[in-house]
C-alpha cells in the first residue's frame, strides 16, 4: 500500500503550499466524468444539460478527440473558415451528440501540430485538439485551438476509450458486504471531529502520528487502507477568515491536485464534488488507477475539510487494490464514515478562541473566473449598490440596482452615458447567476464568499470610476 501513501503526501503538500491558481490545467474524458457525459448526449433531447456542462467549462482547456464534420467560408472572407466538429469515442463518431466549433478562423489559427501537418485543413480529419472552451453560440460549443494533431482512427479508438471505468464498474459490482456497524466500530476524534469506522481496519501503522494515521485490515488477503491526515493552514492574517480562504482555495488545489496531469497522469476520476463532513464544508474525489504490468490497479476516495475549532485542514482517504479478496464495499462503508461524522462538544478551557470578523458592507458576490484574471460583483441591499471590477484593472465600476436576486436584478451605470444590465440567479441553482449586458449577451457568473471579493477590492490600488 505504500504508492497510496505517496499519492496522499503529494496531496497534502499541495495544499500546504496553497498557492495553486490551477493554471495549465487540461480537461478530458479521462479525467473528468462531466466531459466523459458531455460527448455521449444527444444534441437535441439533452440540450439543456449540453448547455450547462459547456457554461461550467466556460475559460478553462479541455482536451477531446473531434472529427471535421463540416467547414464553410466565415462571412466573405476567403481565407478564414468556420469549422464544425464532432467527438470521436472509441470506434463511435458522436454525430448525433454535442457539435463543437472553431469560428472565424485562418489555417494558422488551427495550430496544428504534430507529423501529420496537412497543407489543407479539411472535413473528415479526426483530430487530437486541446483548445480553451468560448462558451455556447446557437448550439455550438466554441473552441480557442491551443493545439490541433491530426491522428489516425486507431489512435483516436485506443487513446479515448476509457478502460478504468469500465473496470472500475465491474469490481464495484461485485463488492456489495459492508463492515459499517455503529455497535462494533472503532472511533477516532481527528481534528475535532469524531469518525466511525468499521472494525475490519484493525490494524494500526506503526509510525502514525497526530499528522499521519493510518489502518489496515489484519487479514494477509485484505489489501486497503484508511488513512486520515492534518496540515496547517497557511497564515491568513489580514486577508480573509481561515475558513473563507480555505473556501477559496480549495478548488484550486483539486485542481491542481487531480487535473494538471503534472502529479497522477495514470488515474481516472470518477466523481468530484463538493460535500460537507460533520458540516464542514469539503470536497472529495474518487478516481481508478491505471493497470499495472499485472493488470493489477487501485480504487480509491479521498475527501478535504477545514476545522475552525482544531484550526487544521484534515483528509480522510479510503484506497485498495483490485487484488484484494474480501467482498468489502470499501468505497460504500468510507461514505458512511463521512456520512456519520460529527463536530465535539468541546468545554470553553479547550476551544479556540477565533477573533470575530468586522461585518461586511455586502451582502453576496459573484464572480467570473479565467484563467489569467477574474471579474468580481459586490452586491449592497442596504445602499442598493453594485461595485463591478476585474483583477486585471484597478477601476471599479458602481452601479445602482434594484430588484431581488431571484426575479432579476437591474443594474443601472452611468460612465460616458447611462446603461443598464440585469443579473439573475440561474433557475434550478443556488450558486449560479447569469448577467445579461446592455447588448443582450449572456455572461455566468458564480457564488463566491463575500470575503474573498472583498479582499481584493480592499487591496492596494482599487479606487471608485467617476
Given at each position: ?10 496531496f ?5 503550499v ?42 478553462k ?13 466565415y462571412?466573405?472572407y ?8 464532432y ?7 458522436m ?10 478562423v485562418?489555417y494558422?489559427d ?11 485543413f479539411d ?6 485538439v ?6 455556447l453560440?446557437?448550439g ?17 479508438a ?16 461485485k463488492r ?9 466500530n472503532q472511533v477516532?476524534?481527528w481534528?475535532g471531529?469524531?469518525f ?13 502520528t497526530?499528522?499521519w494515521?493510518?489502518y489496515?485490515?489484519h487479514?494477509?488477503n485484505y ?9 496547517d493552514?497557511l ?22 491536485t487531480?487535473?494538471?496531469?503534472e ?11 463538493k460535500i460537507?463532513i460533520?458540516?464542514?464544508?469539503g470536497?472529495?474525489?474518487?478516481h ?12 480509491g ?6 476545522s475552525?475549532?482544531?484550526e487544521?485542514?484534515?483528509f480522510?482517504?479510503?484506497?485498495y ?7 468489502y ?6 461514505r ?8 465535539m462538544?468541546?468545554?470553553?478551557e ?6 470575530s ?20 460583483m ?5 445602499s ?12 471599479v465600476l458602481v ?11 437591474t ?13 439573475r440567479?440561474?433557475p ?25 471579493a472583498e ?5 492596494a490600488g482599487y479606487?471608485?470610476?467617476?
Amino acid at each position: 500500500m505504500k504508492r497510496f501513501v505517496s499519492f496522499v503526501s503529494v496531496f497534502l503538500f499541495l495544499f500546504l503550499v496553497a498557492q495553486a491558481e490551477g493554471k495549465g490545467v487540461v480537461y478530458s474524458v479521462k479525467n473528468h466524468p462531466d466531459l466523459y457525459e458531455l460527448i455521449h448526449l444527444d444534441r437535441v433531447k439533452d440540450s439543456e444539460r449540453i448547455e450547462s456542462i459547456a457554461s461550467d467549462f466556460e475559460g478553462k482547456v479541455i482536451e477531446l478527440y473531434l472529427v471535421t464534420g463540416f467547414v464553410e467560408q466565415y462571412r466573405n472572407y476567403k481565407t478564414r473558415f468556420n469549422y464544425v466538429l464532432y467527438a470521436v469515442y472509441g470506434d463511435n463518431i458522436m454525430l448525433t451528440g454535442p457539435a463543437f466549433m472553431f469560428k472565424d478562423v485562418a489555417y494558422r489559427d488551427i495550430m496544428l501540430t504534430g507529423p501529420n501537418k496537412l497543407d489543407v485543413f479539411d472535413i473528415g480529419l479526426i483530430c487530437r485538439v486541446k483548445a480553451e472552451v468560448d462558451g455556447l453560440e446557437n448550439g455550438f460549443i466554441l473552441l480557442d485551438p491551443i493545439s490541433t494533431e491530426v491522428v489516425s482512427a486507431d489512435v483516436a479508438a485506443r487513446e479515448s476509450a476509457n478502460n478504468e471505468r469500465k473496470l472500475h464498474e465491474g469490481e464495484s459490482a461485485k463488492r456489495k458486504k459492508s463492515g459499517f456497524n455503529s455497535k462494533t466500530n472503532q472511533v477516532i476524534v481527528w481534528c475535532g471531529v469524531q469518525f466511525s469506522f468499521p472494525s475490519y481496519f484493525d490494524v494500526l501503522m506503526e509510525d502514525s502520528t497526530d499528522l499521519w494515521t493510518t489502518y489496515y485490515p489484519h487479514e494477509e488477503n485484505y489489501y486497503a487502507s484508511l488513512m486520515f491526515q492534518s496540515a496547517d493552514l497557511l497564515d491568513v492574517e489580514g486577508l480573509m477568515d481561515p475558513q473563507s480562504f480555505f473556501n477559496a482555495s480549495l478548488p484550486n488545489v483539486i485542481e491542481a491536485t487531480f487535473y494538471s496531469g503534472e502529479f497522477f497522469t495514470d488515474i481516472t476520476i470518477i466523481k468530484s464534488e463538493k460535500i460537507e463532513i460533520a458540516g464542514l464544508p469539503g470536497w472529495t474525489v474518487e478516481h481508478v488507477g491505471s493497470p499495472d504490468e499485472k493488470g493489477e490497479y487501485s480504487i480509491g476516495s479521498y475527501a478535504i475539510a477545514y476545522s475552525p475549532e482544531a484550526e487544521k485542514v484534515f483528509f480522510v482517504s479510503c484506497v485498495y487494490d483490485s487484488i484484494d479478496q474480501s467482498r468489502y464495499d470499501y468505497l460504500g462503508d468510507y461514505r458512511k464514515i463521512l456520512e456519520t461524522a460529527r463536530l465535539m462538544e468541546v468545554s470553553s478551557e479547550e476551544a479556540i478562541i477565533i477573533p470575530s470578523k468586522t461585518k461586511s458592507d455586502y451582502d453576496f458576490a459573484y464572480a467570473r473566473k479565467f484563467s489569467d484574471y477574474s471579474i468580481y460583483m459586490l452586491f449592497d441591499n442596504e445602499s442598493k449598490t453594485v461595485r463591478s471590477f476585474s483583477t486585471s484593472d484597478k477601476g471599479v465600476l458602481v452601479g445602482s440596482m434594484k430588484g431581488d436576486l431571484k426575479s432579476g436584478i437591474t443594474i443601472q451605470y452611468k460612465y460616458d452615458g447611462q446603461w443598464e444590465e440585469v443579473f439573475r440567479q440561474k433557475p434550478g441553482s443556488q450558486t449560479e447567476a447569469i448577467l445579461i449586458d446592455d447588448d443582450g449577451f449572456d455572461w455566468a457568473f458564480e457564488q463566491v464568499p463575500v470575503e474573498e471579493a472583498e479582499a481584493i477590492l480592499n487591496s492596494a490600488g482599487y479606487h471608485d470610476m467617476n
